[in-house]
C-alpha cells in the first residue's frame, strides 16, 4: 500500500515537473543556455556545494572565463529539470541599464526579496508604491552631512582599531586575517551613523551580567540573516541547537532594542520640536533618526510606521555593512599584490595632505585614486553579484553579438521570464572593461559612465557616497600610515597568496571575502 502511495506521489512529481520543464522551455528556450537538475539560486542548490548535478549559487563566478562564450552569447538561460524555476543571466551591461533603468519592462518579483525583510518591510525589500514611499522618506537622510558624520566615525573607528589590538606601537603587523577587523570597522560606522549607537572596539561579546553585548547582537543578527529567514519560528523551541537559541536572542534583543529606540527618539525629537524645532538638523544626523523624524513631522501619509523603521534600519546595517567590509578587504588585497598601484595612491595622498595634519572630510574630492582603487576592487569582486527581475511584458534584450564583435542584437524575451543581472559577467565582459581580469584602478579615473556595481536608475543604491566616503577615508589613513603587504606562507609566491586568498569567494546573499591574511609594515 504505502508503495502504491510512493509511486503515486512520485509520478504526481514526475508529471508537474515535465509540466513546469515544459512551460520553461517555450518561455526562454530560443535562448541559447544549458539543462541543470537543480535551479542554483534555489535554497537546495544555495545550500550544496557545486558538483556535477548541482552548478551552485556561485556557478557564475567560477565559470566566468567562458559561461557566455561556450554559447556565443550575452543572455543564456539555465532550465532546471528536477527542482526549481528557469532563469535567465545576462553579462550584458546594456540589458542591465535597460532592465533597471526608468520606465522598465521588468520589476523586482517577490523571490528577490525573501530574506532580507525578515525584520519588517524595507525600500530594499518592497516594489510599487511602497517602495516609492519609503525611498522618499530613507533618501534624504542620505545627506552632506551625513557623510561628514561618516568621514568622522570612520576615523575614530580607525584610531581605536589601531590603539586597541595594540598596532600603535608597532614597525610591522602580522594580521592573520583582516576580514573580521574590517568587518567591524563597517559595523561599528553604520552603528554609529545608522543609528546614532557608537560601540566600543574592546567590547566583549557577553557582557558581565552574561549577556549579549550590542555589538555581539548586531554581529549576529547581520550574519544570521539566511539562517532566520530558513528556519521556522517552532524549531526555536523544540530544538537544543545553541547557535539557533542564539540566533534567535540575536534577533529578539535587536527589535525590542529598535523599538525602545523609536520610543526614545520619538520623544526626544517632539521635545525639540516644543522647544522650536531649530537645532533638530544639527542634532539628528544619523539615519535612524531621520526616519523618526519623518514619522513624527509627517503624521501617516508620509512617513513609516514602527515595523517598517525597524525593517529600514536593519537592512541598512545588513545592506551597508558586509558589502563594504567585503570590498574593502578586496582593495587591501589588489593593492598588496600590486605594490606599483599602492605606491601611486600612496604618493598622491601625501601631495594632497600635509605631513603636519590629519586628513579631513574636505579631502575627499582630491583623492580620487583612492576611490578608483576601491572601485577596481569592486569590479573584480562585485559584493551585490547578481539580482533578479521579471519581465512584465514581451520585450527585447540589447546585447552584444558575440559572434559578429563590434555589432549589437536585440534578444526577444517573453513575459514573465526572469532574468538574473550577473554582475560578474558584467564586470568581467570584455566588451565592457578591455582586459578584465588586470587590477587596473586607472580605468576609473574620471569615469563618467555610472558604475553598475551599486546598480543603476531609480533603485540605484542609496549607500553609494555613504561607501564611498567610507571607504576613502579608511584607506586614506590606512595607507598614510602603513605599507600593505600580503602575508605569504612559508615558501609561497605571491601568484599562490592570490589563489589562495581571491579564487573562492563566499557567495550567499552577498559576496565575501573571509581570509584575508596581510602584513602591515608602518610608513610614518
Ligand atoms: C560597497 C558597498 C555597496 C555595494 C556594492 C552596494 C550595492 C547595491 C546594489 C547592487 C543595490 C541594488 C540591489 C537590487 O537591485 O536589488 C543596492 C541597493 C541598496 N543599497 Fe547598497 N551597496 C553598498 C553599500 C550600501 C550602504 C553603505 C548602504 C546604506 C548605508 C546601502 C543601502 C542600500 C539600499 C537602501 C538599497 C536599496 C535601494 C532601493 O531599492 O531603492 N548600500 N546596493
Not at 526549481?84 to 553579462?91: E, S
Not at 575627499?364 to 582603487?373: F, Q, W
Amino acid at each position: 500500500m504505502l508503495g502504491l502511495v510512493l509511486l503515486a506521489i512520485f509520478a504526481l512529481y514526475v508529471a508537474r515537473r515535465i509540466y513546469i520543464v515544459g512551460r520553461a522551455y517555450k518561455l526562454v528556450g530560443h535562448i541559447p543556455g544549458f539543462f541543470t537538475l537543480i535551479e542554483p539560486s534555489s535554497p537546495i542548490g544555495g545550500t550544496f556545494p557545486p558538483s556535477w548535478w548541482n552548478l551552485g549559487l556561485g556557478f557564475a563566478w567560477h565559470q566566468k572565463a567562458y559561461l557566455y562564450k561556450q554559447f556565443n552569447s550575452e543572455v543564456i538561460r539555465v532550465i532546471p529539470i528536477l527542482y526549481g524555476d528557469a532563469n535567465l543571466y545576462t553579462c550584458s551591461a546594456d540589458a542591465m541599464r535597460q532592465i533597471k533603468g526608468t520606465n522598465s519592462d521588468w520589476y523586482k518579483p517577490a523571490k528577490a526579496m525573501q530574506a532580507i525583510d525578515v525584520m519588517g518591510p524595507n525600500v530594499v525589500a518592497s516594489e510599487g508604491e511602497d517602495w516609492r514611499r519609503q525611498r522618499r522618506i530613507a533618501a534624504p537622510a542620505f545627506n552632506q552631512r551625513a557623510y561628514q558624520l561618516v568621514w568622522q566615525e570612520t576615523e575614530r573607528t580607525y584610531r581605536q582599531m589601531i590603539k586597541d589590538e595594540g598596532w600603535a606601537i608597532e614597525k610591522s603587523v602580522m594580521v592573520f586575517d583582516m576580514s573580521p577587523h574590517l568587518r567591524k570597522i563597517a559595523l561599528f560606522v553604520i552603528s554609529a551613523c545608522g543609528f546614532g549607537f557608537p560601540l566600543n572596539w574592546s567590547e566583549p561579546a557577553i557582557t558581565p551580567e552574561g549577556k549579549m553585548s550590542p555589538r555581539e547582537v548586531i554581529t549576529q543578527v547581520s550574519i544570521n540573516i539566511l539562517l532566520r529567514h530558513a528556519i521556522p519560528p517552532w524549531l526555536y523551541h523544540v530544538s537544543p541547537s545553541e547557535k539557533l537559541k542564539t540566533i534567535d536572542t540575536a534577533y529578539k534583543t535587536f527589535d525590542s532594542l529598535l523599538h525602545s529606540m523609536i520610543d526614545k527618539r520619538a520623544d526626544e525629537i517632539r521635545k525639540l520640536i516644543g522647544e522650536g524645532g531649530g537645532a533638530l538638523e544639527e542634532k539628528i544626523q544619523d539615519i535612524f533618526g531621520r526616519l523618526v523624524l519623518a514619522q513624527v513631522q509627517a503624521g501617516s501619509k508620509l512617513s513609516l510606521n514602527d515595523q517598517e523603521i525597524v525593517g529600514n534600519a536593519f537592512i541598512m546595517m545588513f545592506a551597508g555593512h558586509e558589502t563594504t567590509a567585503h570590498t574593502l578587504g578586496a582593495t587591501l588585497a589588489e593593492l598588496a599584490l600590486h605594490e606599483e598601484e599602492q605606491e601611486k595612491i600612496h604618493k598622491h595622498i601625501k601631495k594632497v595632505i600635509p605631513e603636519d595634519r590629519e586628513p579631513i572630510f574636505e579631502d575627499y574630492d582630491n583623492l580620487e585614486p583612492v576611490l578608483a582603487a576601491f572601485f577596481e576592487a569592486l569590479r573584480l569582486f562585485p559584493a551585490a553579484y547578481q539580482t533578479l527581475r521579471k519581465a512584465a511584458r514581451d520585450t527585447t534584450l540589447p546585447a552584444g553579438n558575440m559572434k559578429r564583435p563590434g555589432e549589437m542584437e536585440n534578444i526577444p524575451v517573453k513575459e514573465g521570464s526572469s532574468i538574473f543581472l550577473d554582475l560578474v559577467g558584467v564586470c568581467y565582459n570584455e566588451r565592457n572593461y578591455p582586459e578584465p581580469e588586470k587590477y587596473m584602478p586607472s580605468r576609473w579615473y574620471s569615469a563618467t559612465d555610472r558604475f553598475l556595481a551599486f546598480s543603476y536608475g531609480p533603485r540605484t543604491c542609496l549607500g553609494i557616497k555613504f561607501a564611498n566616503t567610507e571607504a576613502v577615508c579608511f584607506l586614506t589613513n590606512l595607507l598614510r600610515e602603513w605599507k600593505v603587504e600580503p602575508l605569504l606562507q612559508a615558501g609561497e609566491t605571491k601568484e599562490q597568496w592570490k589563489e589562495r586568498v581571491l579564487s573562492k569567494p563566499t557567495l550567499l546573499v552577498t559576496m565575501t571575502l573571509e581570509d584575508i591574511p596581510l602584513k602591515l609594515v608602518r610608513r610614518r
